[in-house]
């Protein structure tokens, strides 16, 4: 039957004779056999015969015979996407099969029960190992070799506790395996922590490894059991030489468990048996992480191991570095890395990863002072970067959310020689996505993703990484397709963690284009598809409530929270405050505050803030001082976002007074110094109130206090004086801004039309044409003013401006010009 299309002409002439009611019953056996040993095995043919087969054994009556059994039950168990169908096929037609066989305790029945359990190990079916170990056990009929072959096989399917219950089993019936399958049930036993089992089955075997004795140490210590692990490595050394390895892991037992007094009594044994090697020293060290002379007791440590010939190595001060940050001591790990650099240890790629990483155990990002630092030891050292430090930078460096050091880091990676390898972890892609999104470098970001799903489908983490960049990038259209590419390959975890996330990301997106329906839409899905809706999705609903002012929306989704046992925090109330404030309902803004107060919510800021916002749209100073007053008592500073608020509220009530004794009082009471937006506010003020010289004197006051004006604020003051209709101010203000730094501060439109006001106001010639020229010289090209005054024109062969007079002052001496004068120059 070696042949293809005979086994497939003997099937058909089989199906023909079982019609007749005249197939013979083993003639089934070699077409299972030619279907088992096939590769890929032929599906589709065991499927036919064993229907065939089925037909031909119930019209005859004449039961299954073992080998037709052990045949059938190989070939299902070949099938690797169904291990229920081989279990099922061998509980159906074993009792029959097998039951000569067992009467006559045959060792045939041995060899066909071990080639089923050979065949189960092919696919790792451990339900059908299970089953012929559980029939052999109630038929009596178990035996070393059957238990020795089934070890295997859940060795390689990592089952070490039904490994060791198998055992216990066959074991009650007496069957005593050999020193190899108790070699290999002692790693078993270890693995699964039974260690009394493991340690049992060490004492049979007199051929005994010295690994399953280290394990056996290091399991113990797992458990917290130094004296027992003492105890294991008494024995271990009674029955044999035990050599420096088998020490080491014994003090590290003893290290780890804090079992310091007994580490150090075992050292100095290791010591006087010359059994002392640098991983000693690197284990000891790592007591001295904690306690107020720790970094004497590691100095005093290296010296004595330099004392013994032998050299600290980068494992040496990796270790302490890495047990020192663990324990929360930066500075002490930084001095490590000191010490390694003056002594001329080279820092590897895991040292700084280690520093990258050192905070991550206390759930804060790495400080910039820290980054900086681990930076600069990358740019000093010739590191061989590998996977792990390239994710440990990045990491470190996201969380600090600064484009510089993102470039910085970048930049560093890349001379380093480092390429990303044709196919990363997930997490390393999801990383990298994050990075080039950050710098928006989409077309990276996309490349990165086409890479990370090439081969085998998205994590929900990448995809919800992804869809996070993808919003943060304002290519929300974009994250929506991945989102429902998502949901198709997920679509059976529609309420997990991932998707919980993936779900806030959309709704942030469609928050921050104030589409409030589709964000409301998007809630009303995840609490369909059971999707758990945590903290910062209802606080971003509420925000795209209070952004497109529908507060009674965003009162059902507060309702909703309550409901949902997911209590309101600090960010809900402010949210809710600001947006009430913002759209004019004071009132219920106030009550809102008072309820978060009796909550135990100690109100910021950002809340205080927003009241006093509120309180100066419906021009209520006596309420603002109220605010002002509960501020102070609850220990919260007023800031220059306070004072702007204040001051745009006493200019609406035309209190130009008090609008300065804001400005003059409150940052000295309150400790902070007025910035450019509050002098810019002032500005605004003083112009609103018919007061331009006063706003244009704010600009002495802020030269005084070393406040630099931005564009914004040149922008306020022209705004005002083209308003008042001031080519005097105009002027002065145009000029100020050329002299400090240049065009980068003056709106080009606003700068034509104070040109052009100069013009209509018959100034021209006094200073109008001489500042022309002058922001021609900086680069700043405007267009000559026409206009009733006259008309203008640039004389091309000088470069420079003339005016021709009007028929209105005809007859009138021109004046001679001034030579275009340069900023800094004197006149």
């Known amino acids: 039957v070696g042949d293809r299309q005979r086994v497939w002409d003997a099937l058909d002439f089989l199906e023909v004779t079982v019609a007749s009611g005249a197939a013979p019953i083993e003639a089934f056996s070699p077409l299972f056999e030619w279907a088992a040993a096939q590769n890929p095995p032929q599906a589709a043919l065991a499927m036919r015969a064993e229907k065939c087969f089925r037909t031909a054994t119930t019209n005859s009556g004449i039961p299954v015979s073992a080998s037709c059994c052990v045949e059938l039950v190989r070939v299902q168990a070949k099938f690797q996407d169904n291990h229920a169908l081989a279990t099922a096929c061998f509980d159906e037609v074993a009792e029959s099969a097998f039951a000569c066989l067992v009467e006559q305790r045959s060792e045939e029945l041995e060899t066909h029960l071990v080639g089923i359990v050979s065949a189960a190990a092919e696919c790792l079916n451990v339900d059908l190992v299970k089953s012929v170990l559980h029939w052999a056990l109630r038929h009596k009929c178990s035996s070393a070799k059957l238990l020795s072959s089934a070890v295997e096989?859940?060795?390689?399917?990592?089952?070490?506790?039904?490994?060791?219950?198998?055992?216990?089993?066959?074991?009650?019936?007496?069957?005593?395996?050999?020193?190899?399958?108790?070699?290999?049930?002692?790693?078993?036993?270890?693995?699964?922590?039974?260690?009394?089992?493991?340690?049992?089955?060490?004492?049979?075997?007199s051929n005994w490894n010295v690994e399953h004795y280290i394990n056996l140490i290091r399991a113990c210590g797992q458990e917290g059991g130094v004296l027992l692990a003492l105890d294991v490595f008494q024995e271990f050394k009674e029955r044999g030489e035990v050599d420096t390895s088998a020490h080491n892991c014994m003090l590290d037992v003893c290290v780890s468990c804090g079992e310091n007094e007994t580490a150090r009594r075992l050292f100095e044994e290791m010591q006087a048996s010359g059994h002392v090697d640098v991983i000693s020293f690197n284990i000891l060290l790592k007591q001295y992480t904690t306690g107020?002379?720790?970094?004497?007791?590691?100095?005093?440590?290296?010296?004595?191991?330099?004392?013994?010939?032998?050299?600290?190595?980068?494992?040496?001060?990796?270790?302490?570095?890495?047990?020192?940050?663990?324990?929360?001591?930066?500075?002490?790990?930084?001095?490590?890395?000191?010490?390694?650099?003056?002594?001329?240890?080279?820092?590897?790629?895991?040292?700084?990863?280690?520093?990258?990483?050192?905070?991550?155990?206390?759930?804060?990002?790495?400080?910039?002072?820290?980054?900086?630092?681990?930076?600069?030891?990358?740019?000093?050292?010739?590191?061989?970067?590998?996977?792990?430090?390239?994710?440990?930078?990045?990491?470190?460096?996201?969380?600090?959310?600064?484009?510089?050091?993102?470039?910085?880091?970048?930049?560093?990676?890349?001379?380093?020689?480092?390429?990303?390898?044709?196919?990363?972890?997930?997490?390393?892609?999801?990383?990298?996505?994050?990075?080039?999104?950050?710098?928006?470098?989409?077309?990276?970001?996309?490349?990165?993703?086409?890479?990370?799903?090439?081969?085998?489908?998205?994590?929900?983490?990448?995809?919800?990484?992804?869809?996070?960049?993808?919003?943060?990038?304002?290519?929300?259209?974009?994250?929506?397709?991945?989102?429902?590419?998502?949901?198709?390959?997920?679509?059976?975890?529609?309420?997990?963690?991932?998707?919980?996330?993936?779900?806030a990301m959309i709704i942030r997106g469609f928050a921050q284009r104030k589409?409030?329906?589709?964000?409301?839409?998007?809630?009303?899905?995840?609490?369909?598809?059971?999707?758990?809706?945590?903290?910062?999705?209802?606080?971003?609903?509420?925000?795209?409530?209070?952004?497109?002012?529908?507060?009674?929306?965003?009162?059902?989704?507060?309702?909703?929270?309550?409901?949902?046992?997911?209590?309101?925090?600090?960010?809900?109330?402010?949210?809710?405050?600001?947006?009430?404030?913002?759209?004019?309902?004071?009132?219920?803004?106030?009550?809102?505050?008072?309820?978060?107060?009796n909550r135990g919510f100690k109100p910021d800021s950002i809340v205080f803030n927003s009241l006093l916002d509120g309180c100066a749209r419906r021009l209520k100073p006596e309420l603002c001082d109220e605010v002002l007053m509960e501020m102070e008592q609850a220990g919260v500073p007023a800031s220059n976002y306070s004072a702007s608020i204040l001051i745009k509220l006493y200019g609406r009530c035309k209190n130009l007074a008090a609008a300065f004794k804001v400005i003059d009082e409150m940052p000295e009471k309150h400790g902070f110094k007025p910035n450019t937006a509050v002098y810019t506010c002032m500005m605004t003020t003083c112009a609103a109130n018919g007061r331009l010289d006063l706003a244009v004197g704010l600009l002495d006051k802020m030269s005084e206090a070393g406040v630099q004006p931005d564009d914004r604020t040149y922008s306020t003051l022209l705004k005002s004086a083209l308003k008042a209709g001031s080519a005097e101010r105009s002027n002065a203000v145009i000029r100020t801004a050329l002299k400090q730094g240049g065009t980068s501060l003056l709106e080009k439109a606003l700068v034509q039309s104070a040109l052009n006001l100069m013009h209509r106001r018959r100034v021209w010639d006094s200073y109008g044409h001489d500042l022309f020229d002058l922001l021609h010289e900086v680069g700043m090209q405007m267009q000559y003013p026409t206009g009733d005054a006259g008309t203008g024109s640039l004389d091309t062969s000088t470069g420079r401006s003339r005016v021709v007079r009007s028929s209105a002052a005809a007859g009138v001496p021109g004046r001679q010009r001034k030579q275009p004068v340069k900023i800094g120059a004197e006149h």
């Open 153 to 205: 096989v859940l060795i390689a399917a990592r089952q070490p506790e039904l490994c060791c219950a198998l055992y216990e089993a066959f074991k009650c019936e007496e069957v005593e395996v050999d020193e190899g399958t108790k070699n290999q049930l002692i790693t078993m036993a270890t693995q699964a922590g039974q260690l009394a089992l493991a340690r049992d089955l060490l004492r049979q075997i």
């Open 515 to 597: 589409e409030c329906e589709q964000a409301l839409r998007c809630y009303e899905e995840m609490k369909g598809h059971g999707t758990k809706v945590g903290h910062v999705v209802f606080n971003t609903l509420i925000d795209a409530c209070s952004r497109v002012g529908d507060m009674d929306a965003g009162a059902r989704v507060y309702r909703d929270m309550t409901n949902a046992d997911c209590s309101p925090d600090l960010i809900t109330y402010s949210t809710l405050i600001k947006g009430y404030c913002v759209n004019g309902d004071l009132e219920q803004a106030m009550e809102l505050f008072s309820l978060m107060r």
């Open 292 to 503: 107020a002379n720790c970094l004497s007791d590691a100095h005093r440590l290296l010296q004595e191991m330099r004392s013994c010939g032998l050299r600290p190595n980068a494992a040496t001060f990796n270790s302490l570095l890495s047990a020192s940050l663990s324990a929360g001591n930066f500075e002490q790990g930084w001095h490590m890395v000191e010490m390694m650099e003056e002594g001329g240890q080279a820092v590897d790629a895991y040292t700084v990863s280690i520093l990258f990483r050192g905070q991550k155990r206390e759930r804060q990002p790495m400080d910039s002072r820290s980054f900086d630092r681990a930076l600069s030891l990358m740019r000093r050292q010739s590191l061989r970067v590998d996977e792990v430090l390239v994710v440990a930078s990045l990491e470190a460096c996201l969380a600090l959310r600064c484009p510089a050091r993102l470039d910085a880091t970048l930049e560093i990676l890349q001379r380093s020689g480092w390429a990303m390898p044709k196919q990363c972890a997930m997490h390393t892609y999801g990383i990298l996505i994050k990075a080039f999104g950050q710098k928006r470098q989409m077309g990276i970001v996309w490349q990165l993703w086409e890479e990370a799903t090439r081969e085998k489908a998205g994590s929900e983490q990448i995809y919800g990484q992804m869809i996070d960049v993808l919003v943060a990038s304002g290519s929300l259209e974009d994250a929506l397709a991945l989102f429902e590419e998502m949901k198709r390959a997920y679509s059976e975890r529609l309420d997990s963690q991932g998707f919980s996330v993936a779900y």
